[in-house]
C-alpha cells in the first residue's frame, strides 16, 4: 500500500465521504480546495491558535454512520502544518484499524480513536454551533431544542422563560441566520430578549456571518450594556470588520479596550485589524497594559497570516508612540532573551 501523508488520503483510502471543519479561532466549515493546500503544506493555516491548528473531520461510511474526529496540529513557525505530527496520528490510525483502513470501524476501533493524544475539547459555545453546522450541511434535522428556541426567539413565550431555552437550540436558529423566516426574528425580537439569551446568541454569531441589519443591533446593544458584557456583543461583529472598526473606535474614545477587551478582539475579531488605523488603536491600547501581555497576544496574532505582515510592519512604525515603542522594546528583549 502507498504511503499515506494526508487525513485526505486516509479518509479516501478507507472509503469514506467527510466534511472538514476549523474549530480555532471560529468554527467554519473549510471548503475542501482549502483544506487540501493546508494539508499539502501550500497553504498557511489562516487562524493559529497558540501554534495550533484545530479541525473537526465529520466523515461516514456505507453504512451512514457518522464519525467526528477533534484534531489539534501544531504549526511550524511559517504557520503552515508541521509534517511530524501529523504522520504520526495517521500511522496511528492506521495502526488502530489494523493496518487495513478500507475495513468497517468497529466501536472500539472508533473509542481507540477518539481518543488519541492529539484530541481536544471544544468549549460549549463552539460545540453548539458546531453541531447545528454539521446537522444542517449534512440536511439532517435540528436538535430537540430547537423548537422551544425558535418559539422564544419569535416572541411566542415571555422574556422571563429565557432559563428554559437551550444554547444548542439557539445555535439552531442562529445558523439558519440566512434563511429569511429565521433572519427576521433575530434582527426583529433582538432588543425583546432577556440579556442572557441577547449573550448567547451572540456566542454563535460570533462564529457566522451575519448581514449588515443583524450587525446594526449587537452595534447598538453594545453602546448600551454594561462594561462585563460589551465583550460578547463585539465578538459578534466578527464577521463585520467595518462595524467592529467603528465599535473599536468608539471604545477607545471611552477609554473602554481594557484586557478582556483586547482579547475578544484577537480572538474573533482580528480582520478588523487589517485596517492601519484601527491596528494602531488597538496596539496602542494593548501597549498600556502590563509587558508579559502585551507580548503573550502581540505573539498570538502575529502568527494569523491576514495581518502578519501589518503586525511586523508596526514594530518599525516611526509614528507609534513612546508607550508602544517600550512595550515592543520590551517584546525584543524577551525575543531575544
Keep these: 500500500m502507498t504511503q499515506i501523508t494526508t487525513l485526505s488520503e486516509f479518509l479516501k483510502t478507507a472509503n469514506t465521504q467527510f466534511q472538514v471543519y476549523d474549530m480555532g479561532r471560529r ?55 508541521s509534517s511530524a505530527p501529523r504522520i504520526q496520528f495517521i ?27 492529539f484530541n ?42 429565557w432559563q428554559n431555552i ?22 426583529d425580537g433582538f432588543d425583546s430578549w432577556a440579556l442572557e439569551v441577547q449573550v448567547a446568541v451572540c456566542q454563535c454569531l460570533e ?4 448581514d449588515e441589519a443583524l450587525a446594526l443591533k449587537l452595534q447598538a446593544q453594545l453602546s448600551m450594556v454594561d462594561i462585563a458584557h460589551k465583550p460578547y456583543f463585539l465578538r459578534g461583529l466578527a464577521s463585520q470588520p467595518q462595524l467592529t472598526q467603528q465599535a ?8 473602554l479596550l481594557a484586557a478582556d477587551m483586547l482579547i475578544s478582539i484577537a480572538a474573533r475579531n482580528w480582520s478588523a485589524l487589517k485596517d492601519e488605523q484601527t491596528l494602531t488603536i488597538y496596539l496602542e491600547a494593548l501597549a498600556k497594559q502590563q509587558q508579559h501581555f502585551f507580548n ?13 505582515t501589518q503586525l511586523l510592519s508596526q514594530l518599525r512604525n516611526p509614528d507609534r508612540s513612546a508607550q508602544l515603542a517600550t512595550a515592543i522594546g520590551g517584546l525584543f528583549k524577551v525575543t531575544k532573551g
Design 27 to 81: 468554527v467554519q466549515h473549510i471548503d475542501m480546495m482549502a483544506f487540501h493546500q493546508i494539508e499539502e503544506l501550500h497553504s498557511p493555516y489562516p487562524s493559529p491558535i497558540q501554534g495550533h491548528a484545530q479541525f473537526a473531520i465529520v466523515f461516514w461510511d456505507a453504512s451512514q454512520q457518522h464519525y467526528i474526529w477533534f484534531i489539534k496540529l501544531p504549526l511550524d513557525e511559517r504557520g503552515l502544518l
Design 248 to 255: 473599536i473606535a468608539h471604545l477607545d474614545e471611552a477609554d
Design 120 to 161: 481536544f475539547k471544544p468549549t460549549q459555545e463552539k460545540l453548539a454551533v458546531f453541531n447545528a453546522l454539521v446537522r444542517k450541511q449534512l440536511s439532517q434535522k435540528a436538535s430537540p431544542q430547537y423548537e422551544f428556541a425558535y418559539q422564544y426567539l419569535s416572541g411566542q413565550h415571555p422574556s422571563e422563560q
Design 166 to 187: 437551550g444554547l444548542q437550540g439557539i445555535a439552531d436558529v442562529c445558523i439558519r441566520n440566512n434563511e429569511l423566516d429565521h433572519h427576521n426574528i433575530l434582527v
Design 207 to 210: 462564529h457566522l456571518n451575519i
Design 91 to 117: 500511522k496511528m490510525i492506521i495502526e488502530a484499524l489494523g493496518r487495513d483502513p478500507t475495513q468497517p470501524l468497529t466501536e472500539q476501533q472508533q473509542e481507540q480513536m477518539a481518543n488519541h493524544p
Design 296 to 308: 503573550q497576544i502581540f505573539a498570538d496574532i502575529v502568527a494569523i497570516p491576514l495581518i502578519r
